[in-house]
């Protein structure tokens, strides 16, 4: 199984361009293509000590269950099939509802952190970080909030600059170094090159079948 993990900045927009990966392939290869979030692995509730200003931290590297992602990854790699949590944005918590992923012939898993840990790094086939410009994340972070999630104005630039820009800027935009390709925000061209790589890796694990 073929694993592409996809990071970036909040608002840089990964899950848009892990979609687009997906619709520029065939129809049969695409069925067999998952994405999973890694907003889906935060922790039940944040850790008390991260908060800030009485808040939770949702974008330190410690807000996450890494123990149950690497868990669901490893089992992803063997072709086992994974019951993957829902998170619940406007309540700012994961759920007890959980979502069936796999097996497939391909992963694109995307989030902040994706690339933040060794050893999940080292279970990716192909490893992507999509750099973009921070006031294009603010504004595109500002747009989905309000619109999706139900925040208001002022909490939502209160938490930029409480906990995005602060832990983009220290846990993050480091992460960049491990990155096989680092793409902007004309996106097209690199989805294409990984859709094509996603088609010729499926096609020849399914040959030697």
């Known amino acids: 199984m073929f694993l592409v993990g996809i990071a970036g900045g909040s608002g840089s927009g990964k899950t848009t361009f892990a979609k687009k990966i997906i619709q520029k392939l065939d129809p049969d290869l695409s069925s067999s293509v998952a994405l999973l979030h890694q907003d889906s692995y935060y922790l039940p509730s944040p850790p008390g ?18 123990e149950l992602l690497k868990d669901h990854l490893a089992r992803l790699k063997r072709g086992e099939p994974v019951d993957s949590p829902i998170y619940d944005f406007r309540g700012n918590r994961r759920t007890t509802d959980v979502e069936p992923v796999g097996p497939c012939k391909a ?3 995307e989030g902040i ?37 139900g925040r208001s104005l ?8 409480d906990t995005v820009r602060p832990m983009h800027r220290e846990y993050l935009e480091p992460t960049r170094q491990y990155a096989d390709l680092v793409v902007g925000e004309e996106s097209d061209i690199a989805a294409d090159v990984v859709a094509a790589r996603v088609a010729e890796i499926a096609l020849s694990r399914k040959l030697e079948e």
């Open 49 to 66: 000590h991260l908060r800030i200003n009485g808040e939770g931290n949702f974008d330190h590297p410690q807000a996450f269950d890494w």
């Open 107 to 109: 992963i694109l898993m």
């Open 113 to 149: 952190f994706t690339l933040w840990d060794a050893e999940i790094r080292n279970l990716f086939d192909l490893k992507i970080y999509l750099n973009v410009e921070a006031d294009i994340r603010f504004i595109r972070r500002l747009h989905r909030d309000v619109r999706e999630r």
């Open 154 to 161: 002022d909490n939502i630039i209160r938490q930029y600059y």
